[in-house]
Structures are given as structure tokens and as C-alpha cells.
């Protein structure tokens, strides 16, 4: 599978080495599910191809790469005790037995990992608006978050 970032890199801008995870935790599936739902359409088309193609390094490193990886990270959270055969999850200890306790912190862990994630790529969309004049294939009309926003629960159109 193509994809912009390698498995490799999301791991390491998403992970901290304090979590003991093995990089083999980020599928190359993870993050074509997800440049096709969260940075496609906010790049559109053609910028994407351009990236595809190593142009624009920069932007790749600096605003693209983070808002992948933040969004690998929220997609797969709820997986990592499934695909992790060294993290310290019990028989015990599954989504099934969780505790109250457990499913709160669980919640708050998703919520602010999507917050990362959103605020990143309107980072990413906010660039692009800024400096629309150096991606020629970028078009500001075609990019959602120019024109809906979700905030909590409240939709903003723009």
C-alpha cells in the first residue's frame, strides 16, 4: 500500500518510548483509512498527489506527517490491547470486564486523543488557507474544513 508516512514514522511521532509498544502496532491499512478520511479532503486531489510524489517536503514534515499520525493514533487506541502481545492487559482486564473506572479513563484517553487529532489538521487547513499561493494545487474551495466545523457537539458551517 502507498501511503505518504510509513508505518515507522507514525509510530514515532504518535507513541511515546515510555509506552513499550513495538512499531508493528501501526498497519499500513491504519493510515490509508485515514488519509483517505481525515487528509484527502482536506488537501484535496491534487496536493495529495503532489505529496505523494515527495513534493513539498516541508509541509509534509512540519503539518501533514503530525496530523496522520495523530489521527493513526485515535483510530487504532482501542485496538492496541488486541494487536499488542506485550502490554499489560489481562484476561482480566478486557474491554468487557472494565470497570467504571476504566471506561472513564478509557473515554477522556479518545476524546483527547480526537481533539489532538482535529486541532492538527485544522492546523494543516489553516496553513494551506495562509499560504495558498505556494501550492498551486491547493484549492481552498474544496477543503471542508473551510466550510463545517465540529466543535463539541455543535456543527459550524463557515
Known amino acids: 500500500?502507498?501511503?505518504?508516512?510509513?508505518?515507522e514514522r507514525v509510530f514515532r511521532l504518535a507513541f511515546s518510548v515510555d509506552e513499550l509498544l513495538s512499531p508493528?502496532?501501526?498497519?499500513?491499512?491504519?493510515?490509508?483509512?485515514?488519509?483517505?478520511?481525515?487528509i484527502r479532503p482536506v488537501v484535496g486531489e491534487a496536493l495529495y498527489d503532489a505529496l505523494a510524489e515527495g513534493r513539498y517536503a516541508d509541509l509534509m514534515e512540519e503539518y501533514v506527517a503530525p496530523a496522520i499520525a495523530a489521527w493513526v493514533r485515535y483510530a487504532i487506541q482501542p485496538l492496541l490491547g488486541h494487536r499488542c502481545s506485550s502490554c499489560l492487559v489481562s484476561e482480566g482486564n478486557d474491554f468487557y470486564n472494565?470497570?467504571?473506572?476504566?471506561?472513564?479513563?478509557?473515554s477522556a484517553l479518545q476524546r483527547n486523543l480526537r481533539h489532538t487529532?482535529?486541532?492538527?489538521?485544522?492546523?494543516?487547513g489553516d496553513y494551506l488557507n495562509a499560504h495558498s499561493a505556494d501550492f498551486a494545487?491547493?484549492?481552498p474551495?474544496?477543503?471542508?474544513?473551510?466550510?463545517?466545523?465540529?466543535?463539541?457537539?455543535?456543527?459550524?458551517?463557515?
Open 1 to 7: 500500500m502507498n501511503t505518504l508516512i510509513s508505518p
Open 24 to 38: 508493528s502496532v501501526v498497519m499500513p491499512s491504519d493510515i490509508v483509512a485515514v488519509e483517505e478520511r481525515h
Open 98 to 106: 472494565a470497570t467504571t473506572a476504566d471506561n472513564v479513563r478509557m
Open 117 to 124: 487529532a482535529q486541532t492538527l489538521s485544522r492546523r494543516l
Open 137 to 139: 494545487e491547493y484549492d
Open 141 to 158: 474551495d474544496e477543503n471542508p474544513l473551510n466550510r463545517c466545523s465540529i466543535n463539541g457537539d455543535i456543527v459550524q458551517t463557515h
